[in-house]
């Protein structure tokens, strides 16, 4: 059966598209069409009137559900809205969320072997892989139109030809009769089936793992892939050759990886390589939460890129993208502009509550399962609903217990200790030895290692470790360049308390909202060996800033100023560049010597992978870790290709 959701579209999209139910409820089931036999053993005919069948009884099942709707898309209905006005409303679909599968069924389309294969347009089998060429649109309309034609034809061959001449089952849809909605052009561009698990999973990734094993370097790959730098939002898979992966997030994460790995693994000049590029970028700009215009320009090239590269890829390997999730690519830009962002027509929730169901299923005694799974699944929200509730108590109260001895003591150490995390976050400054300047800085200092003065600190750690090999003079000479007017004599005692964790907040390019990032500074990170992060920082260079993180330090002076600043190992940008290159390619040299960066200067977090080049300092900038990462390089550097085409 599938879970009929119903969802509140005026909730934001942080809840409705967040994981779990997304702030829907479960109204019903509609049940599922078995199939009585398998498909290879009925002939064609036989296959055409069971689909049928099953797209009759989707229509029946949606008008029912719907049955209310097509009047008022007529006549309206009042509602007194936000404005505290009372309008005239008239309903009607603007999207439809859909997999490939449900969308031939939805639509009453003729599926994949088709002549006209598209719900949303009438492209030829043959054309399925143009990219830069649009075709005759369907509409409610047109296709009403060839159905009653069809029915009226005077012999079975003949409507069958008209029917089969536009991709379609002879079935009414029910959404002909409703106002303000289309069937083919509601339906929307879905990244996860399409993109994510369809033409990467499904497709370039199958054909990397073919190459691969043919090539006897799959082994490798794994290798490479479990060395892979850390990143919070990023998946790290250690077993890429011995699972199979289905879930749309986990090909997602490879995909954003696998190109770092075969650069230097495949031939020169491999044509693989800056096709899967050209797919990611269509992928990072299609995601993006805000689409203005010359961003959708952006993305019209790199389409045109792809289908290029696509062309190379099928003359050089053999590769056939003559399949419908290739070609529906070309509507993904008209979807953003009548629709919004494509975040808004994600599958991602309806896939989430699938399992939510599937959970709830198990605890029945599988009979009339409807009512029972409708009872649990209140009894969970209910749960949730508590919980939430009880932790926030006993957030309030901690936070109550903790301020209570300051309220007369120390009204400066009071603001800063429950000073939030970029007005309104949740995460609170951790207790340290020295206390933040303010409590309004984009950065938060965690994981305090040690305390004392830094003539100390260089002596019991600056033989063993060379960050801190004359910490005390290069501090006092890098203290006094950036603060003249601090009077730093030999004899000034520095106080300095060593972090090895910090929180980076900063408005992302994406949306314009508050971001974060984790990064981490550890000789031996949770028993794993050592982990330094790296960070943008301003610059007066021209391009993208980069340093390594090698210690986080607070210092306070003798007239009391706090200085949190990073030692930093800074990255300067190389000319090499691997056996393949590809559009947008950022090859960075870690220098061999410390230097101090003051946290005001650090814009955010960045991930670097290590590359296999002539020296063994050298790294590639990961600029797909999020939407924000691959703006501001993309503006950084123009990603000017560096290989001809």
Request: glycine share 6%; net charge neutral.
């Amino acid at each position: 059966m599938f879970p009929i959701v119903l969802r509140a579209l005026w909730l934001p999209s942080e809840i409705r598209n967040a994981s779990g139910n997304g702030g829907g409820v479960i109204i019903g089931f509609m049940i599922m069409v078995e199939d009585p036999g398998h498909s290879k053993n009925r002939t064609e005919r036989q296959n055409y009137e069971f689909n049928q069948f099953k797209r009759e009884i989707y229509q029946q099942v949606m008008e029912k559900l719907f049955e209310t709707i097509w009047k008022k898309s007529w006549f309206g209905e009042p509602v007194r809205c936000g404005d505290d006005v009372v309008h005239n409303l008239y309903p009607g679909f603007l999207i439809e969320s859909l997999d490939f599968e449900e969308a031939w069924s939805f639509t009453c389309c003729r599926a994949n072997r088709a002549k006209h294969p598209c719900p949303r347009c009438l492209v030829s089998h043959e054309m399925l892989d143009c990219l830069h060429q649009f075709f005759p649109l369907r509409s409610s309309e047109a296709m009403r139109n060839v159905v009653e034609r069809a029915r009226c034809a005077p012999t079975a061959a003949q409507r069958d030809k008209l029917l089969m001449d536009h991709g379609l089952h002879d079935v009414p849809h029910f959404m002909w009769n409703i106002r303000f909605s289309d069937p083919y052009l509601s339906f929307i561009y879905d990244l996860l089936h399409f993109l994510e698990a369809g033409k990467w999973g499904h497709h370039l990734w199958s054909l990397t793992l073919d190459l691969l094993e043919k090539l006897g370097l799959l082994a490798e790959v794994t290798k490479r892939m479990a060395k892979f730098s850390r990143w919070g939002n990023l998946k790290h898979i250690n077993d890429l050759a011995t699972k199979d992966f289905t879930d749309g997030q986990t090909h997602l994460d490879i995909l954003k990886c696998i190109v770092y790995i075969l650069c230097e693994i495949l031939p020169p000049k491999s044509t693989l390589i800056p096709c899967i590029r050209a797919l990611l970028k269509c992928r990072m700009l299609l995601g993006l939460r805000v689409m203005t215009t010359s961003r959708q320009l952006v993305v019209q090239q790199c389409i045109e890129d792809y289908e290029k590269w696509c062309k190379r890829v099928s003359e050089d390997y053999d590769k056939n993208f003559k399949f419908p999730k290739q070609h529906y690519l070309i509507h993904a830009l008209d979807d953003v502009r009548l629709k919004g962002v494509l975040r808004n027509g994600t599958t991602r929730t309806g896939e989430g509550i699938h399992q939510e169901v599937k959970q709830h299923y198990g605890q029945t005694n599988k009979r009339n399962t409807e009512a029972q799974i409708s009872i649990r699944d209140e009894d969970q929200e209910v749960v949730a609903r508590t919980r939430l509730l009880i932790d926030d108590f006993f957030r309030r109260a901690s936070q109550t217990a903790e301020l209570e001895p300051l309220r007369d003591t120390d009204a400066t150490n009071q603001e800063a200790d429950v000073a939030q995390f970029k007005q309104g976050s949740a995460r609170r400054v951790p207790k340290s030895r020295i206390p933040p300047a303010n409590g309004e800085n984009q950065w938060i200092f965690g994981s305090p290692l040690q305390y004392g003065d830094s003539r100390s600190y260089e002596d019991l750690h600056g033989g063993n470790n060379p960050i801190y090999r004359a910490l005390d003079p290069r501090l006092r000479e890098f203290l006094h360049s950036q603060f003249p007017d601090e009077y730093l004599t030999y004899e000034d005692t520095i106080m300095i308390e060593i972090f090895q964790c910090v929180y980076i907040a900063y408005q992302s390019k994406d949306d314009w909202t508050n971001a974060e990032d984790i990064l981490r500074c550890n000789s031996n990170w949770y028993n794993s060996g050592p982990r330094y992060d790296c960070v943008l920082f301003n610059s007066d260079q021209p391009g993208v800033a980069c340093a390594r993180l090698r210690s986080l330090v607070r210092c306070q002076l003798p007239s009391g100023r706090v200085v949190d600043l990073a030692v930093v190992q800074n990255m300067k940008p190389n000319k090499w560049r691997p056996k393949t290159s590809w559009d947008g390619c950022v090859v960075f040299e870690e220098e061999v010597d410390l230097t101090f960066l003051l946290m005001d200067f650090v814009i955010r977090g960045a991930l670097l992978a290590h590359a296999q080049g002539p020296s063994n300092s050298l790294s590639y900038l990961v600029d797909v870790v999020d939407g924000d990462m691959f703006l501001r390089v993309l503006n950084a550097i123009g990603h000017v290709c560096t290989q001809k085409s």
